[in-house]
């Protein structure tokens, strides 16, 4: 997915920038990349591969390389960027999250009507940043421009740009499915994706921006470009696995929804008489973890960490460069804990069920340890509809998606038209899928948070979210 982060002061920026940017590591694991503005060197960009090691590991010289008092940096799953752009609206970088779904289509626009160019990838795909930035480049001015992108724009896009006269135009998307934040201290402001990452560097918040709403910051101003729109439709897969635990988005704290959200899936538990005589619940690690911990208040079962997951040196189990050792390290990143496992009745709460293939081999690797039984909760509804808004996943079609999968074994693809009845739990298609999952993943039993349950727990009006992965509803 991706994240950013910004900082104009009147100070150096770039140490801030260089722990924002860090701070939303859980975001991406494929591109970093950092831009700033010195009055005497102008615009400066550095972007590295973070594929095998750490943004902090790749730009830790940083200091020695960059200087100035505004600058942006960003962690990327996707194309490399920032990007430096010189055009009409003069010199800039610019960092862009979100998807683009009509790319194939601006393209061809642009190239038939402009008759420019763009620098291919690899593969001859054109970086999608580049993209936004050509679409920006048609008005007169950044924030006409990144109106009429976003307005061009099948997807999301989030902006951040930095000027050649050292200030920064933040874009929250048009629908505000991710959210963007703004933080002041006594040198300036700084903005983020992730509000815990500017407070840990003595900034408090100041504005949570609205949907499509455009500012412009210095180290002495805020000041609104384009003012926010109505209609708001912020990602609910935020609060139950990407959001970072210490962060917080239209006033709803990541941690404590997972709390509640757990504590929903216990009451659904003993309402319906499931899964009574466990001995431990645990979240499968880590992002498992606090809706588990909800789960444990609300039943009083005993929480415990039966596996615990060794990172010290493999951080990333990708690492290595064949698949083979690759999947030996994710085997040998699970510990278990004997006493906890063997002869015992457990049950795992999981952030979401997607795929499944890690979550078999970590169902598998409990009973190789002696657990009786493995129950599964799943903290999110059934994912029955791949992202097309911000590509929370790798999934390019729905098909990569268990759920849909074992529809699809089940009842052909006449079942898909019946979509709503299989992720209703209380259906009799919804127990039959839930019946499959479970005895395709050796799951003694299986139960996924209800769509009203995961609402329930982030406590904001349905129609200010997307679940669109859960219901398909745009």
């Avoid at 104009?8 to 991406?28: M, N, P, W």
């Avoid at 930035?133 to 924030?143: G, P, R, V």
């Avoid at 003993?270 to 619940?281: F, L, P, S």
């Avoid at 293939?357 to 340890?369: A, H, I």
Wanted: with cysteine.
């Amino acid at each position: 997915m991706g994240g950013f982060f910004g900082v104009v002061s009147k100070t150096d920026a770039i140490s801030d920038v260089f722990f924002g940017t860090d701070y939303h590591s859980h975001l991406g694991t494929r591109r970093g990349g950092v831009a700033a503005y010195d009055s005497k060197i102008g615009l400066q960009r550095d972007i590295h591969n973070i594929s095998n090691s750490s943004f902090r590991t790749k730009f830790e010289n940083i200091y020695d390389e960059m200087s100035g008092t505004a600058a942006i940096g960003c962690i990327s799953d996707f194309e490399p960027q920032p990007l430096l752009i010189r055009s009409k609206l003069g010199a800039y970088a610019i960092s862009f999250l979100g998807i683009i779904n009509n790319s194939d289509e601006l393209i061809k626009q642009y190239l038939s009507e402009n008759g420019g160019h763009f620098d291919a990838m690899t593969g001859g795909n054109v970086n999608s940043v580049e993209l936004v930035a050509s679409l920006i480049n048609q008005k007169e001015n950044f924030a006409q421009g990144i109106k009429h992108a976003q307005e061009l724009i099948d997807g999301t896009a989030s902006i951040l740009i930095l000027t050649d006269h050292g200030t920064v135009i933040a874009a929250r998307d048009r629908f505000g499915r991710l959210p963007v934040i703004i933080g002041k201290n006594e040198n300036g402001y700084s903005l983020a994706v992730e509000s815990f990452a500017f407070q840990k560097l003595g900034y408090e918040k100041e504005k949570e921006l609205g949907p499509g709403e455009i500012v412009e910051i210095t180290a002495d101003s805020l000041t609104v470009l384009s003012p926010a729109l109505q209609k708001k439709k912020i990602c609910a897969f935020l609060w139950s696995y990407y959001g970072y635990p210490t962060s917080t988005y239209e006033g709803v704290n990541v941690e404590i929804m997972r709390y509640r959200n757990g504590a929903i899936l216990a009451r659904n538990d003993m309402e319906n008489g499931i899964a009574q005589d466990i001995d431990y619940v645990g979240g499968v690690p880590d992002s498992g973890t606090p809706h588990a911990i909800g789960y444990t208040n609300k039943s009083g079962k005993h929480f415990a960490r039966a596996f615990i997951k060794y990172t010290p040196t493999w951080s990333r189990s990708f690492i290595p460069k064949n698949q083979k050792d690759r999947n030996r390290i994710a085997k040998m990143k699970q510990i278990p804990i004997h006493e906890l496992i063997t002869d015992k009745k457990l049950l795992f709460v999981d952030d979401s069920i997607v795929r499944g293939t890690q979550l078999k081999e970590t169902v598998d690797f409990l009973y190789q340890n002696g657990a009786k039984e493995v129950h599964m909760r799943s903290a999110c509804p059934p994912i029955l509809y791949s992202c097309k808004y911000l590509s929370f996943s790798r999934n390019q079609s729905d098909m990569d998606l268990i759920a849909r999968r074992v529809i699809l074994e089940l009842e052909g693809e006449e079942g898909f038209k019946h979509i709503d009845e299989y992720s209703d739990s209380s259906s009799e298609r919804g127990k039959k899928l839930r019946k499959a999952i479970a005895e395709k993943f050796n799951f003694a039993s299986l139960e996924f948070q209800t769509l009203e349950g995961i609402i329930e727990a982030i406590g904001l009006d349905k129609n200010d979210l997307c679940t669109y992965c859960w219901d398909g509803k745009e």
